[in-house]
């Protein structure tokens, strides 16, 4: 093996096998050292084209719900006893069913929306569906937001690091203007709480102490509410990072990050605690073994008013609270999150969906004490007036006592098989071309899935096909256009073939399609004029999977496609590892959602409820 292969991104040009006269042609090395991709970026990659057109959508007329017997071409189920869904009853095992009809529907309606949650979902996804779009809850959290009297948590003004730093990536290479803020804490008690003291007795342990969860699978619980901040921001989408101390100081314990000076390292790291107030004044069943079951929860930000700013003004690139971690070699089960890409559309419920909200009878499982991280950018223009603003941890539940059934994740995270890293695990595609690679794996339990969603980057991530019951052998993936696992050039031109192959070898080995994203600018985005979003573009959530269930020893095959959505997407400059280079950082995330009683954790994962095969080999060009 020679050290460029040792050291190198395969890069495979498919484009270049097309013509013996494109000068592309000189980047069919099959393996590119890292030194070589970045004069690829600069020599190759950075040369005039004419930007992307926007994503050709068909006109599919718009259907009706009422017509969703046909469009997934099976019987509608069953329903429990009364026409309602019970939340004690078993999930319902999907039916065997693709999804072609499906992804005409979301070729005329937003996948989160009212006309995507169809009714002949099993009744749990259906359930979810509709949970996400409810309107009632940001009127409910800004009634509780507005009788909040702030109070200053028990926690020391340190426990909380903010960094800022400019557009357009975060940078520990940047010298940050670095500062603490404590917290301002607030509890508003359930206004209309479903249960009482006495009732009958639900759940997985019918002999627990009486309170108020006694015959509560609908309750939600008091508004736990944190605020950080205020921050002032001027847009021009700079970044404020904000993280616990023991998130910021542990990455490497002693030394300070680049551009902090030691001094201020050591001052905010001599103490360094956890989110410590959180539940502070209830009763734990298990002192020891703090899991607060989570029926509702906001990540979000809000205005001094006490109402939700959103975004526009505010992306939050990511912003997470974190369970303390059951084995050392953990760092994050994302299970309480929030990105920017969840946001729907306003006309089908805008912030609203920012509101994660349970059904009846689940709840996340979070073990007590928490952490916070968080990245957000004001994209308003480049010098806008001074935006003041706050970030909001809002929590409902219950210290867990059995009454409800876990809500579990598991997160299927692809990336290429060999990639370079960039900020947060995305890894790096070219900004201006079209680029292609498939993974596969296998699950190794068997649930019925509940609710899934995908995160991704829609500026350059284009599309996103999951199939099931078959390997990346039978469907040929090696032999195909798709190539060997690892990002490859793709003609535009080439991309429509090559989803329509997949799903004819689909068909023919008996594989099922049961997730396809694809982006679309009539369904899935708004455009706010002006900002500083490339494009003025602003991608909402999309949720477009069928129910299916998985198994052990199920594999599964996922083909991504990576391009530009426009002019400004297609431009993007400033990634850290090549500042000079058109580099876009992307994310490939599915997000499946299914219930493991035997698993006290939010998240299941690699090597636990799947694993995803072939190498991963990650490069870090700062690290070489």
């Known amino acids: ?91 319902e095992t999907p039916p065997e069913t693709n999804l072609p009809s499906y992804d005409q529907l979301l070729s005329a309606h937003h996948p989160a929306s009212k006309e995507a949650c169809l009714d002949d979902f099993t009744e749990e996804y259906n359930a979810n569906c509709m949970a996400l779009v409810e309107n009632s809850k940001k009127v409910e959290l800004e009634k509780a937001l507005q009788s909040c009297v702030w109070q200053k948590d028990g926690t020391s003004q340190t426990d909380i690091v903010a960094l800022h730093g400019p557009p357009p990536y975060i940078s520990d290479e940047k010298v940050l203007t670095l500062g603490s803020y404590g917290m301002e804490r607030c509890i508003v008690e359930d206004p209309a ?7 009958s007795r639900h759940g997985r342990d019918a002999g627990r102490r009486p309170g108020t969860l006694d015959g509560a699978p609908h309750a939600l619980g008091r508004y736990e509410i944190y605020r950080i901040g205020p921050f002032n921001t001027t847009g021009g989408k700079d970044w404020t990072s904000i993280q616990t101390t023991d998130m910021f100081c542990n990455d490497a314990p002693g030394e300070p990050r680049d551009g902090i000076p030691q001094a201020d390292y050591d001052a905010l790291c001599t103490d360094v605690t956890k989110f410590t ?11 020891n073994n703090k899991i607060f079951a989570i029926r509702e929860y906001v990540l979000a930000t809000v205005f001094p008013n006490n109402t939700v700013a959103g975004y526009p003004p505010l992306h939050q690139h990511h912003y997470h609270l974190e369970e303390t971690l059951h084995q050392a070699d953990e760092e994050f089960r994302n299970a309480v999150i929030t990105h920017g890409d969840d946001q729907c559309l306003q006309s089908t419920g805008g912030d609203n969906c920012f509101i994660f909200r349970m059904i009846p009878g689940y709840a996340t499982m979070m073990r007590a004490p928490l952490r916070v991280t968080g990245d957000f950018n004001d994209v308003r223009p480049k010098d806008s007036p001074s935006l003041q603003w706050y970030a909001l941890i809002s929590v409902r539940g219950f210290p867990d006592d059995g009454t409800f059934k876990p809500f579990t994740q598991l997160m299927l995270d692809f990336w290429p098989q060999h990639y370079i890293e960039g900020y947060f695990k995305t890894y ?124 052990a020893n199920m594999p599964f095959v996922v083909a991504i496609i990576s391009a530009p959505a426009g002019p400004e997407a297609a431009n993007i400059h ?51």
């Not at 071409?73 to 999930?91: I, V």
């Not at 709480?193 to 009732?199: E, H, K, V």
């Not at 991704?456 to 993936?477: K, S």
Request: overall charge negative; aromatic content about 10%.
């Open 1 to 91: 093996m020679t050290q460029n292969e040792k050291s190198g991104l395969l890069l495979v040009s498919e484009e270049g096998r097309q013509s013996q006269d494109d000068p592309r042609r000189q980047r069919t090395t099959a393996i590119v050292s890292v030194a070589a991709i970045v004069g690829c970026f600069l020599v190759g990659l950075v040369a005039t084209r004419t930007p992307a057109a926007p994503d050709e959508v068909a006109k599919a007329p718009k259907l009706a719900r009422a017509s969703t017997t046909t469009l997934l071409q099976r019987q509608p189920l069953s329903k429990s006893s009364g026409g309602s869904w019970r939340w004690d009853s078993q999930p």
């Open 193 to 199: 709480p479903p249960y009482g003291s006495s009732g």
């Open 277 to 287: 107030d959180f539940g502070k004044d209830l009763h734990w069943p298990d002192p």
């Open 428 to 551: 790096e595609v070219p900004a201006d071309k079209t680029t292609a690679f498939w993974r596969e794996g296998e699950f190794l339990v068997d649930k019925p899935v509940l609710w899934t969603y995908f995160h991704n980057h829609p500026g350059n991530a284009q599309d996103v096909l999951f199939y099931i019951g078959a390997t990346g052998t039978q469907f040929g993936m090696a032999s195909s256009d798709w190539g060997s696992g690892n990002l490859t050039y793709v003609a535009a031109s080439q991309v429509t073939a090559m989803k329509s192959h997949l799903d004819t070898r689909a068909a023919q080995i008996g594989a099922r399609k049961v997730c396809a994203y694809s982006r679309n600018n009539k369904t899935q985005n708004e455009i706010y004029t002006p900002s500083a979003e490339d494009d003025d573009t602003f991608w909402r959530k999309v949720s477009s999977c069928v129910p299916f269930s998985i198994r």
């Open 574 to 624: 400033g990634e850290r590892f090549f500042p000079d280079a058109k580099v876009a950082l992307e994310h490939t995330i599915i997000r499946l959602f299914t219930s493991m009683d035997d698993y006290p954790s939010s998240t299941c994962g690699e090597e636990r409820c799947f694993r995803t095969l072939g190498p991963h080999n990650a490069e870090h060009p700062d690290e070489s």
